[in-house]
């Protein structure tokens, strides 16, 4: 780490440099620039193996079916996003106000998001299970094969919610 640290500030300019110093003196500053530099690692990282797998899954499935696949993870993404509530961001924003000064309350924060997220996590599945062969679904996308292709997405609503409304100290 210290050898990564020198390179750097040989690397970067002069104003940077003086940023650079400024950030290490401030315990406050060091912290937000470490959970920063892993946050985009861990997000870089999250997403090549993302583009990997997606790359190996069209070779292995073929034009159309990978086509199909991606129909599904689209629309089970979207119903993720309505099913997640902001539960993880609102947790995260209380615990970090109360987690020092009421801890009881703190704890009953975690508990709430926990149980909303699982509650959340149901319903959405339970609607998106009921919509994958209606109909509607099966005009929308002219293939009821596909359609109903998206009935295993209702497993990954509650997996889903539970981890966001889980709030990582």
Known sequence: MLRVARWILTVLPSPLRQVWFRIRASPLGHRLAHGTF?????????????????????????????????????????????????????????VAEYRELQVDRCGRIIGFSLAASLVGGVLASAFFWRMACHPYSCRATSCAHVAGGGRPGHFWFTSRRLSGGVVWF
């Open 38 to 94: 892993w946050m985009v690692t861990g997000t870089m990282i999250s997403k090549l193996l993302g583009l990997g797998s997606s790359i190996i899954l069209a070779r292995i499935l073929g034009k159309i079916p990978f086509g199909e696949f991606g129909t599904i993870q689209s629309t089970v993404g979207l119903f993720g996003v309505f099913a997640g509530m902001g539960i993880g961001i609102t947790a995260t924003k209380y």
